[in-house]
């Protein structure tokens, strides 16, 4: 009789520490799981393609000669498709995901024209200079947080220079995902540079007419170089920026640039998939736009670079010709309405920025105290955020090293252990 009463108190008591069907959370109607890997590069453990079928996802804009396409491994994980529709999404999860003792799980939000693979896990995956020093580590910030004890997760995008608000809901997406998977009701955030976006539109309801409002489900907010306050680098430093992407001069960055002409060699090229500003049947980059805002009253604007003035404020220069930033801008920037929204007070945040304007490989940021292309201020502004439990400036750190940065990694498991 007392080894069975032994035995019923046990049941009992596991009844009440393990979610029931009836009382775990499930994944949501409007989420198809596709596709489950299992044989995934740099560490991971497992990569899942979800879509998402509301109504309202679209088949955004990719550039002609293909430099904005999946590449490496995320082209399987997308189906054999270079240029997936927006709907969809991968989930990539890092061993441990599921048995790691932090009870509190960790989603990581990549920046623009990357993905989780090099952003996270491989900095070194695309060669020299890709992760913004001379050499590139072969793990980064999933392995440190993996191994510290975390149940790491990160999502990957289908568009590299996404609509933020359609990928903001794809961040209320990959949680509510996890919230299924591990049994959990709350999920930590950490976005990096264009990441940041996403991740604090989600919680902050920022999203599409049709899109789905914060669920409260997220306990801490981490931002590493987020443009909390925006950025103007293209349109400051217009003339450096477009060499690395127009194709007459040799470019081939996966970027916008602040001009629809440019002077090549002799060659006055008309190119209008480049632009910030939607232009000539194409919007291949809605997510930067999303990101602008001025600092020309704040820093001045680099008058050392050709054309400078026609670059920031528009019209015809002796070498290019462009809308400005202010038409960029009116087309579509979310860094107002970011900020009027706010950050929910229950969602603690902390703010990390870079200190070091030497990004290997592009002009760097220098009319302020920068990261190479994100100012110090703008990572650290605190606008709209009423819970700022902690900030830090990682001095020795640029903008492309705050995935792996030792420093960096450090930083982010402090705060992740901190009690909220």
């Given amino acids: 009789m007392r080894r069975l009463w032994t035995v019923v108190v046990a049941a009992l008591i596991g009844a009440l520490l393990v979610p029931t069907a009836a009382h775990a959370a499930t994944i949501p109607s409007y989420l198809t799981m596709e596709q489950r ?48 529709f927006s709907g969809r999404f991968l989930l990539y999860a890092a061993p441990g995901a599921t048995t790691n003792p932090e009870p509190v799980p960790v989603l990581l939000v990549h920046g623009a024209n990357d993905n ?32 510290a004890g975390y149940r790491v997760f990160a999502i990957g995008f289908a568009h590299k220079e996404g609509d933020n608000l359609m990928q903001a809901q794809q961040v209320g997406d990959a949680i509510a995902v996890i919230k299924a998977k591990l049994g959990v009701s709350t999920v930590d955030l950490v976005g990096w540079s264009k990441g940041e976006m996403s991740a604090r539109m989600y919680v902050s309801s920022v999203g599409p007419s049709w899109g789905r409002p914060y669920a409260g489900d997220v306990r801490k907010l981490i931002t590493l170089g987020g443009p909390n306050a925006g950025y103007d680098y293209p349109f400051a430093h217009g003339w450096a920026h477009d060499l690395s992407i127009w194709p007459e001069c040799g470019g081939s960055i996966n970027s916008p ?3 629809t002409y440019m002077t090549c060699y002799g060659l006055y090229a008309y190119h209008p998939e480049f632009s910030f500003v939607p232009t000539g049947g194409y919007d291949c980059y809605p997510g930067q736009r999303q990101m602008l ?3 020309d009253q704040t820093y001045g604007i680099d008058q050392t670079q050709q054309d400078w003035y026609t670059t920031y404020y528009g019209g015809q220069g002796f070498y290019t ?30 703010l990390l920025a870079g200190g070091s304007p030497s990004v290997v490989g592009i002009f760097n940021e220098d009319r302020g105290p920068s990261d190479g292309v994100v100012f110090e201020s703008s990572a650290l502004a605190t606008a709209g955020i009423p819970t700022v439990v902690g900030t830090a400036l990682v001095a020795g750190a640029n903008h492309l090293e705050l995935g792996w940065y030792p420093a960096v990694e450090s930083q982010v498991a402090h705060w992740l252990a901190e009690e909220s």
């Avoid at 998402?52 to 994980?77: A, C």
């Avoid at 801008?329 to 970011?338: K, V």
């Avoid at 900020?339 to 007070?345: I, K």
């Fill in 37 to 84: 890997y299992t044989s995934v590069a740099n560490g991971w453990d497992t990569v899942e393609r979800y879509l998402d079928t509301t109504p309202g996802f679209t088949q955004e804009d990719y550039p002609p000669d293909g430099r904005g396409d999946q590449d490496g491994q995320r082209v399987t994980f997308f189906g054999g498709v270079k240029q997936p």
């Fill in 116 to 147: 989780p693979d090099r952003a996270w896990a491989n900095p070194g995956e695309s060669g020299g200079f890709g992760c913004g020093a001379l050499s590139c580590p072969g793990t980064g910030m999933m392995q440190y947080l993996s191994n």
């Fill in 257 to 259: 640039a602040p001009h």
């Fill in 293 to 295: 805002a001025r600092f």
């Fill in 321 to 350: 010709k462009g809308p400005g930033i202010q038409a960029a801008i009116d087309a579509g920037s979310l860094i107002a309405r970011i900020q009027q929204a706010g950050v929910p007070a229950s969602v603690s945040t902390y």
